[in-house]
């Protein structure tokens, strides 16, 4: 009977051992988490603030991911964040394009701050006109999409009765490309189009009427062929 104790013992002794060598110690938090976003905003831009921007952070392998909305300090508070890297920031500010923010860590603490700098904004005004025999005139509801040249995309926006577009949040001082189309138009390309301080605010895109309206559309001509030209209607 004393064997079969001491036998016993010397089992529950191994199997605590065991347990606390293979114990996986608890994860360390970021108790409150705060993201400061940061952005400069150019003359030629509307967003002065991310106020309202839309936050979400996505942890490696689903460990979190979780969304809240900027307060008016610019700031998406987070609360018992996991403490590792490789977070994903995906932020939308209110009439904006979505920014995606790679390779972020969080850190251990009771108060935690991660700084988020998207750059300078700055915005491109598009108006869409059409030849008629009148003259040209204003033409609504022609959709403006704006990619980098390195075919992101960048945004699009609709023009609306005065013919304008406005289109912002795209990076300062860099060119982008952008088509103009229209159902039953031509669609318009420009290339190489330089925006923000030392760029243009503003651009005038003429689309003249397609007398086949099942034409379809092919890829921006900037892509990979940027010296080439939109296409013309045939004269009769």
Request: net charge negative; charged share 20%; glycine share 6%.
């Amino acid at each position: 009977m004393l064997d079969g104790y001491w036998s016993w013992k010397q089992r529950l002794a191994t199997l605590h051992a065991c347990s606390e060598a293979i114990k996986i110690p608890e994860t360390d938090y970021a108790d409150r988490l705060r993201i400061r976003l940061h952005a400069v905003a150019d003359r030629t831009t509307g967003v002065r603030s991310l106020q309202g921007a839309k936050v979400q952070l996505i942890g490696p392998y689903s460990l979190y991911n979780n969304t809240v909305v900027a307060e008016n300090d610019e700031m998406a508070i987070f609360q018992q964040v996991p403490a590792t890297d490789g977070y994903e920031v995906l932020i939308e500010p209110v009439g904006c394009r979505r920014f995606d923010v790679w390779h972020q860590e969080i850190l251990a603490g009771r108060d935690v701050v991660l700084d988020v700098d998207l750059g300078t904004f700055s915005t491109l005004a598009v108006r869409v006109t059409q030849d008629t025999t009148a003259g040209r005139r204003p033409l609504s509801a022609a959709l403006v999409r704006i990619v980098s040249n390195y075919e992101s995309y960048l945004g699009s926006a609709e023009t609306d009765q005065s013919g304008q577009a406005i289109v912002s949040c795209l990076p300062a001082d860099s060119k982008v490309d952008l088509r103009v189309t229209h159902p039953g138009y031509f669609w318009a390309d420009q290339c190489g189009v330089m925006v923000g301080p030392r760029g243009q605010s503003q651009i005038d895109v003429v689309l003249a009427p397609d007398p086949d309206p099942r034409r379809r559309l092919i890829p921006p001509v900037c892509v990979g062929a940027r010296t080439q030209q939109s296409p013309q209607p045939t004269p009769h």
